[in-house]
T-cell receptor, first 115, second 111 residues
């Protein structure tokens, strides 16, 4: 079974530029999560989708971050404009359903460096 | 928001030694999970615990769901070089469907 795919793996941008990350969850997984992991910390949930609807985006900085999951499969996370403090690893995870949040499978992440 | 305090932050041990780490919270959790993350990879689920007092093993790893439901412990017996990585606890607290993660314990093993 293929795992969660993410691209790109690495991205370096200057502050005020925009960037987008892509995630393809495990086939059949209805719930998709985007996490931000700052160096030395545990992952922090940014947004959670159930199919193509948003379940929780309470910790998403909506003035600069946006995410979508068209057709309930792939998802993109965008940052515009980026700030220095956005430097982090962005992890995508998926689970079979919202009620199975404890069985999340993570992708390898995208390491973003903002200079 | 809910916070998990994980300790120790880092451990330096000799190969073959046993390892213990723990995670505590001021809130009651319904589910405790332990993940391992290696450089350049996402966290991988090691053990999931669903009820207070539960003790679950996965090979050389053993984890326990604390009786108070506010803590959890992970033990690794007879450590080997491939155990190196960062271990995260995570939990689902009452009424929530999103995971809260601890800060991680970085394990380094001297051969």
């Amino acid at each position: 079974e293929a795992g969660v795919a993410q691209s790109p793996r690495y991205k370096i941008i200057e502050k005020r530029q925009s960037v987008a990350f892509w995630c393809n969850p495990i086939s059949g997984h209805a719930t998709l999560y985007w996490y931000q992991q700052i160096l030395g910390q545990g992952p922090k949930l940014l947004i959670q989708f159930q199919n193509n609807g948003v379940v929780d985006d309470s910790q998403l900085p909506k003035d600069r971050f946006s995410a979508e999951r068209l057709k309930g499969v792939d998802s993109t996370l965008k940052i515009q404009p980026a700030k220095l403090e956005d430097s982090a690893v962005y992890l995508c995870a998926s689970s079979l359903g919202e009620g199975l949040a404890y069985e999340q499978y993570f992708g390898p992440g995208t390491r973003l460096t903002v200079t | 928001g809910q916070q998990l305090n994980q300790s120790p932050q880092s451990m330096f041990i000799q190969e073959g030694e046993d390892v213990s780490m723990n995670c505590t919270s001021s809130s009651i959790f319904n589910t405790w999970l332990w993940y391992k993350q290696e450089p350049g990879e996402g966290p991988v689920l090691l053990i999931a615990l669903y009820k207070a007092g539960e003790l679950t093993s996965n090979g050389r790893l053993t984890a326990q769901f604390g009786i108070t439901r506010k803590d959890s412990f992970l033990n690794i017996s007879a450590s080997i070089p491939s155990d190196v990585g960062i271990y995260f606890c995570a939990g689902l607290y009452q009424g929530a469907q999103k995971l809260v993660f601890g800060q991680g314990t970085r394990l380094t093993i001297n051969p």
